[in-house]
């Protein structure tokens, strides 16, 4: 059985910094590509960043620059590190793990409000 976690959401300022966490566990054999996705209300799931298993990084055009995505392969642990926050972004926030039909986070809500 695998599971994925995250952690690290919440309410921040605009112009203010979180990192996100995601554990995988379970029955993982190997490296796979993982990814965070967001979700505003009223609004499509979208990706935000994608890492893959030898740590190319691919970003959404409205956080690029701003957030960085990595990894620790010993852990099965993603990370994103989001800077310069914005009141667009925010969103619940769901870590992906790119393996056999793909496995969901139940996701992490980040508010960036004053």
């Known amino acids: 059985q695998v599971q994925v976690a995250e952690s690290g959401g919440g309410l921040v300022q605009p112009g203010g910094s979180l990192r996100l966490s995601c554990a995988a566990s379970g029955s993982i054999f190997g490296i796979n590509p993982m990814a965070w996705y967001r979700q505003a209300p009223g609004n499509q799931r979208e990706l935000v960043a994608r890492?893959?298993?030898?740590?190319?990084?691919n970003y959404a055009d409205s956080v690029r620059g701003r957030f960085t995505i990595s990894r620790d392969n010993a852990k099965n642990t993603v990370y994103l590190q989001m800077n310069s926050l914005k009141p667009e972004d925010t969103a619940v926030y769901y870590c992906?793990?790119?393996?056999?039909?793909?496995?969901w986070g139940q996701g992490t809500l980040v508010t960036v409000s004053s």
């Open positions: 890492i893959t298993t030898t740590r190319s990084t």
């Open positions: 992906y793990l790119e393996k056999d039909r793909g496995y």
